[in-house]
């Protein structure tokens, strides 16, 4: 996968937090909070919510996190199904080391990371083969034809999808001929799988407004979890709770569950965008006009994972991505080897937008034998099957209903301030989706969180 279009932006968040358990305790009740502190409800243990309360809790707060699952971390979820490698189902990597929040708690709890990088890459044609050094040079020229494209279209007076600012580049082309299959693979590989969102709803105005610390990326070893653990200690987490209603029409708030209710003096909401889309949790009254805009007009994406575990290797074993020029649009078009980094015979691969949610109906086997169709064309017939997968369905899951956000036609950087803003002194927003800048990334999310407890330490 392509790195985006880098644009400096420098932030250090340095926090140092003490070590305990979990606690999960009895539902709140107005008196057991002491009268000099705020009763907060954050609702999610997700980057977010876990940053917003951990803040509040050591400013003294009574503060409970309510959660719909039985774990923290939300869309960061590291599996331990195959007990010597955890696997990371959600975020995996921290994008730009340097100056991010992360790598400070990272370095803080010592966890030991890996790096890939994106040099170390294959592509491979229709066909199976290795793109040859012309190849390969027609493909960048390709690729530069489709952001300039892009460039001029972000110029122009009304905004357009992705599909429609490149379309003619792909004006009169055959659809099984190569160019045809290659400017579909760049949408996929350099934009898709980046953004989450399909091509034909990506904004051409806004898509790329993401902005990225320097420096590589790592994975964690132990999994992405132990960030989420280290923030998730001395915290009071309600697990197994999810939320139906919000009532913050007057004061005392209220936050029903489909167990009980909590009573608050004020309330973090870091619902994934997804989730306040689908409105399967009602606010009461109803959300302000402004900030039910920004999550009707903000796109939700889908990035899933294919795990798959082989007795041996039988791919290259000195590359970290392998990417393929499927002859259907955004088939398998993104591998990472953990060969090299982890020294586990794993690959993974990626399905993102259209066809990342269409496969989410298909069986485990299926969707394993289509990954073994791609990995044959290119390796051969002989090559061993997997003796292990895993995968995701994030579109599916009720609880994030999607992977991370984009900015889709129709939206703007704007809404996204919007859907950040507090509702007077009662509800506050925080998830990537609230983010202007870091949106769709790990650290968006943290940072989101204590932009939320700092606006209630602020009053």
């Not at 590291?78 to 959600?90: A, E, F, K, N």
């Not at 790598?103 to 040859?132: C, K, V, W």
């Not at 003619?168 to 590989?189: A, E, K, T, V």
């Amino acid at each position: 996968m392509r790195r985006r279009h880098l644009l400096q932006f420098l932030s250090a968040v340095l926090l140092s937090y003490a070590s305990s358990r979990y606690r999960t305790t009895a539902t709140a009740t107005a008196n057991e909070m002491q009268s000099n502190t705020s009763r907060i409800v954050v609702i999610g243990a997700g980057l977010a919510g876990l940053a917003a309360a951990r803040e509040l809790h050591h400013q003294g707060h009574k503060v409970v996190v309510v959660e719909a699952r039985d774990r923290p971390g939300g869309r960061i979820w590291t599996s331990h199904q195959w007990p010597d490698t955890p696997l990371d189902l959600g975020a995996s990597w921290i994008h730009g080391v340097q100056n991010n929040p992360l790598t400070a708690l990272a370095d803080e709890i010592q966890a030991r990371r890996l790096t890939t990088h994106y040099e170390r890459a294959t592509t491979y044609n229709t066909d199976g083969q290795p793109l040859s050094r012309a190849e390969n040079d027609r493909l960048e020229r390709l690729e530069t034809q489709v952001l300039n494209a892009l460039t001029q279209a972000q110029t122009g007076d009304e905004d357009v999808s992705i599909r429609q600012a490149i379309a003619p580049l792909m004006q009169g082309l055959d659809r099984s001929s190569g160019r045809y299959r290659w400017l579909n693979f760049i949408l996929s590989s350099t934009i898709e799988q980046e953004y989450s969102g399909s091509a034909t709803d990506l904004s051409t105005y806004w898509y790329d407004q993401l902005q990225e610390f320097d420096g590589g990326d790592v994975l964690f070893p132990q999994g992405f979890s132990a960030i989420t653990e280290f923030l998730a200690q001395d915290l009071r987490i309600e697990f197994g709770q999810p939320v139906q209603a919000i009532e913050w029409g007057r004061s005392p708030l209220r936050v029903v569950t489909s167990r009980s209710e909590f009573i608050a003096d004020r309330v973090v909401v870091t619902l994934p965008l997804g989730v306040l889309k689908a409105q399967t949790v009602q606010f009461s009254p109803a959300l302000p006009p402004s900030k039910q805009e920004a999550i009707a007009k903000l796109g939700m994406g889908v990035l899933n994972k294919c795990y798959l575990r082989f007795p041996s290797v039988f791919w290259p074993k000195d590359v970290d991505w392998l990417e393929y020029i499927p002859a259907r649009h955004g088939e398998w078009t993104e591998w990472v080897s953990f060969k090299r980094v982890a020294d586990q015979p794993i690959l993974l691969g990626f399905n993102a937008a259209d066809r990342g949610k269409a496969i989410e109906a298909w069986s485990d086997a299926e969707i394993v034998a289509s990954a073994m169709t791609t990995l044959k064309t290119i390796f051969g017939d002989e090559i061993p099957q997997p003796i292990e997968a895993q995968i995701t369905r994030w579109a599916s899951d009720p609880f994030s209903l999607g992977s991370y956000s984009y900015n889709a036609v129709g939206s703007t950087p704007k809404l996204r301030q919007a859907l950040a803003a507090p509702v007077g002194q009662a509800l506050f927003f925080a998830g990537e989706a609230s983010h202007r800048k870091f949106f769709a990334t790990a650290h968006g999310a943290y940072l989101s969180g204590l932009r939320a407890a700092r606006q209630i330490l602020a009053l």
